[in-house]
């Protein structure tokens, strides 16, 4: 099983960036998918969960309005569009396949935005 992300960079505040999580050695498209964060010195925090087929999103209220995750089960990808960014969303994010019992995380992808 491997998660990989990619996108990740150094952007300046209002900027945007599109991450991508490609993973394989799983059976991608029964599972939901999920993009966390963790900036230095704090818990890692759920960003945007979405549902195995697609039809169900959620946000975390910081970045609602501004990212949108979406998938192509094709491509065995999930993608977080992240729009007007803030010094504030400066992390590591990551990705996560969840199915039942069964969760894998990527190795992270560094987000920097600067003000």
């Known amino acids: 099983v491997q998660l990989v992300e990619s996108g990740g960079g150094l952007v300046q505040s209002g900027g945007s960036l599109r991450l991508s999580c490609a993973g394989s050695?799983?059976?991608?498209?029964?599972?939901?998918m999920r993009w966390y964060r963790q900036a230095p010195g704090k818990e890692r925090e759920q960003v945007a969960f979405?549902?195995?087929?697609?039809?169900?999103?959620n946000y975390a209220d910081s970045v609602k309005g501004r990212f949108t995750i979406s998938r192509d089960n094709a491509k065995n990808t999930v993608y977080l569009q992240m729009n007007s960014l803030k010094p504030e969303d400066t992390a590591v994010y990551y990705c996560?396949?969840?199915?039942?019992?069964?969760?894998?995380w990527g190795q992270g992808t560094q987000v920097t935005v600067s003000s």
């Open positions: 979405i549902s195995s087929v697609g039809g169900s999103t």
């Open positions: 050695g799983f059976t991608f498209s029964s599972y939901s």
């Open positions: 996560n396949a969840g199915f039942g019992s069964k969760s894998h």
